[in-house]
């Protein structure tokens, strides 16, 4: 099992940048696929990016590709995404999750970290 914790979150302005951070315990965080999701109210929660268990594939919501970067380190059971070029329609409930490797559906949440960013 892996508990992940999500940090990192704050108030930017557009065109800023956040780094978020998810600490995940459990023994078998390496056997994850990792992924960010985000939520805004009223709307279900989408895929922002989602990374392999070695780290060596990433993958990016079309929305995000090319501001966004996904990369964990195994030896510390820890997933980042650094955002830059943030833009308001960024904002929305951050939730970092380990991905269940046989339906490849987020099994585990995190509880989210707010990310608001001011226009």
């Known amino acids: 099992q892996v508990q992940p914790v999500e940090s990192g979150g704050g108030l930017v302005q557009a065109g800023g940048s956040l780094r978020l951070a998810c600490a995940a315990s459990?023994?078998?965080?390496?056997?994850?696929?990792m992924g960010w999701f985000r939520q805004t109210p009223g709307k279900e929660r989408d895929f922002v990016a989602s990374?392999?268990?070695?780290?060596?594939?990433?993958r990016y919501a079309a929305s995000v590709k090319g501001r966004f970067t996904i990369s964990r380190d195994n030896t510390k059971n820890m997933v980042y995404l650094e955002m830059n070029s943030l833009q308001p329609e960024d904002t929305a409930v951050y939730y970092c999750?380990?991905?269940?490797?046989?339906?490849?559906?987020?099994?585990?949440w995190g509880q989210g970290t707010q990310v608001t960013v001011s226009s």
């Open positions: 990374i392999s268990r070695s780290g060596g594939d990433t």
């Open positions: 999750a380990a991905i269940d490797g046989g339906t490849r559906t987020p099994r585990y």
């Open positions: 459990g023994r078998t965080f390496s056997s994850y696929a």
